[in-house]
């Protein structure tokens, strides 16, 4: 079963490469032309969003640079202490909305210290898969099509983040 799953999964994007290639040809459309033309945006829209992703990371090394991360991180735990959170993941919990390369390190760096099968590494990674890089995204999406007045966006965006990562504390209380 494993042998075959390993087998499948080495084959799914040639697959999906050739049915797109097939079913362009049965449509009618040139397909290298088309992915010609696609690749002759990509720079434009690279040098497009550059200077929103170049603003956003300079913030988030900043913001660890300057020892707010850990004055915010410690302010939470003393907080929410009494719910015997795991210091790693009120960690994750600040750090994923705002980067998702710097929460993978984080991410690795918990689970070498604190083992596989620790509760900062479940709760971690049940983390990483229910909240969002909301400032990362925001900075691409909203750069790529200029948006400039977002009003509710921001605060929505971190509300569900925040929701995400309840969520994600109850249920690995619960199956661990």
């Known amino acids: 079963m494993i042998k075959t799953l390993e087998y499948l999964s080495l084959l799914i994007i040639p697959l999906f490469i050739l ?7 049965f449509k009618k459309v ?76 984080l991410f690795t760096d918990i689970v070498q210290t604190a083992g596989p099968d620790s509760l900062a590494t ?16 925001l900075a691409v999406y909203l750069g790529a099509v200029g948006i400039r007045k977002t009003r509710y966006l921001v605060p929505v965006c971190l509300v569900a983040d925040f929701i995400g990562i309840v969520i994600a504390i109850i249920v690995t209380r619960w199956f661990f």
């Open 19 to 25: 049915f797109t290639v097939l079913y362009g040809s």
């Open 30 to 105: 040139r397909v290298y032309d088309s992915f010609v033309a696609g690749a002759k945006e990509g720079p434009a829209i690279i040098l497009k969003i550059f200077p929103y992703l170049l603003t956003i990371f300079v913030a988030i090394k900043g913001f660890q640079a300057s020892g707010a991360f850990d004055a915010l991180r410690d302010a939470f735990y003393s907080l929410f202490g009494f719910l015997e959170i795991p210091i790693e993941a009120v960690s994750m919990a600040i750090i994923k909305p705002l980067s998702g390369s710097a929460s993978t390190a």
């Open 122 to 137: 479940h709760m971690s990674a049940v983390i990483m898969g229910s909240a969002e890089t909301t400032f990362y995204v």
